[in-house]
């Protein structure tokens, strides 16, 4: 069903600006939105609808002949969406997509997307993202659907990586919402590296599980690399996100984990106001 949209300014603001939008008559948004009824009531967007502006305005930077990270989740499904929109319409042409999971590789490919991966590519113009949480400084917690590795080499690899959200992913600081910081590791001992890992930030008060599919906690979730997540949990702030990022790649077992540290080039995010993009400084 088509989506009818408010007006929106589209504010470009450095990390830490003040992120006031106001809805405006003159829009810059895309999907090109309907003007506002001469009543200008109050059009109540659902998350999905925030998530489609945000996705719709980050493919505003995709042109052609550029190799492009496909993200993952339900936000990076509609710029996939978007991509091969444009594409059928011929408004883009020659893109390759580099897709981050195997469910977005079986979206692009029902799309007719082109595809390779990073060994053939291994340098990616543009990536665009969902994430997790988002701090103040462009910092990232990505990977609650499991697909952080490959989303992470695929966007370390990247000249430019934009990051689309709504406006429930802005924290304070990384892990911040109270919701699961994951960790993919290795499946041997996958419970003794989550003591590890529940035992390295004690004084934050951690809370280390695996990742299950079932009630029970039995079948674990296993990732697209056959690896399983330690989803981490915290009551306080964990302090220098560096040194704690340090402190968990030495564990013998971890693989990787979800906080993405200066990745973002730019962060889009969709909110009831309006759309704010913020640029890394
Ligand atoms: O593994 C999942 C990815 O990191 C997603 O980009 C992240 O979880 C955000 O997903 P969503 O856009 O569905 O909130």
Same mark, same amino acid.
């Given at each position: 069903?088509?989506?009818?949209?408010? !007006?929106?300014?589209?504010?470009?603001?450095?990390?830490?600006?003040?992120?006031? @939008?106001?809805?405006?008559?003159?829009? !810059?948004?895309?999907?090109?939105?309907?003007?506002?009824?001469?009543?200008?009531?109050?059009?109540?967007?659902?998350?999905?609808?925030?998530?489609?502006?945000?996705?719709?305005?980050?493919?505003?930077?995709?042109?052609?002949?550029?190799?492009?990270?496909?993200?993952?989740?339900?936000?990076?499904?509609?710029?996939?969406?978007?991509?091969?929109?444009?594409?059928?319409? &011929?408004?883009?042409?020659?893109?390759?997509?580099?897709?981050?999971?195997?469910?977005?590789?079986?979206?692009?490919?029902?799309?007719?997307?082109?595809?390779?991966?990073?060994?053939?590519?291994?340098?990616?113009?543009?990536?665009?993202?969902?994430?997790?949480?988002?701090?103040?400084?462009?910092?990232?917690?990505?990977?609650?659907?499991?697909?952080?590795?490959?989303?992470?080499?695929?966007?370390?690899?990247?000249?430019?990586?934009?990051? @689309?959200?709504?406006?429930?992913?802005?924290?304070?600081?990384?892990? &911040?919402?109270?919701?699961?910081?994951?960790?993919?590791?290795?499946?041997?001992?996958?419970?003794?590296?989550?003591?590890?890992? !529940?035992?390295?930030?004690?004084?934050?008060?951690?809370?280390?599980?695996?990742?299950?599919?079932?009630?029970?906690?039995?079948?674990?979730?296993?990732?697209?690399?056959?690896?399983?997540?330690?989803?981490?949990?915290?009551?306080?702030? @964990?302090?220098?996100?560096?040194?704690?990022?340090?402190?968990?790649?030495?564990?013998?077992?971890?693989?990787?984990? &979800?906080?993405?540290?200066?990745?973002?080039?730019?962060?889009?995010?969709?909110?009831?106001?309006?759309?704010?993009?913020?640029?890394?400084?």
């Amino acid at each position: 069903m088509a989506i009818s949209y408010p !007006q929106f300014i589209v504010s470009e603001k450095s990390p830490m600006e003040a992120k006031i @939008i106001v809805p405006s008559s003159s829009s !810059q948004a895309s999907p090109s939105p309907p003007p506002l009824s001469s009543s200008m009531s109050p059009v109540v967007l659902t998350q999905d609808e925030l998530k489609k502006i945000a996705a719709y305005k980050a493919v505003e930077y995709v042109e052609s002949n550029m190799v492009i990270g496909l993200g993952t989740g339900s936000t990076a499904k509609h710029a996939v969406d978007r991509i091969a929109e444009l594409l059928n319409q &011929g408004k883009l042409h020659n893109i390759i997509g580099i897709p981050t999971s195997k469910k977005t590789y079986d979206q692009a490919v029902s799309l007719g997307i082109p595809l390779s991966d990073l060994n053939s590519h291994p340098v990616v113009d543009l990536s665009i993202d969902g994430a997790d949480e988002v701090d103040p400084f462009l910092n990232l917690v990505k990977g609650r659907g499991g697909s952080l590795l490959r989303e992470k080499m695929v966007e370390s690899s990247s000249k430019k990586f934009v990051v @689309i959200v709504d406006e429930s992913k802005m924290v304070k600081h990384l892990g &911040g919402s109270g919701l699961a910081m994951p960790v993919e590791v290795v499946p041997y001992g996958d419970l003794a590296v989550a003591k590890s890992l !529940q035992a390295l930030f004690e004084d934050s008060g951690c809370v280390a599980k695996r990742r299950t599919l079932d009630l029970d906690g039995k079948v674990p979730f296993v990732t697209d690399n056959g690896n399983h997540i330690v989803e981490l949990f915290f009551k306080k702030d @964990i302090g220098d996100l560096n040194t704690a990022s340090d402190k968990i790649l030495r564990i013998p077992g971890v693989v990787e984990h &979800g906080m993405f540290l200066g990745l973002a080039t730019t962060v889009i995010v969709a909110g009831e106001l309006g759309v704010t993009v913020e640029n890394k400084s």
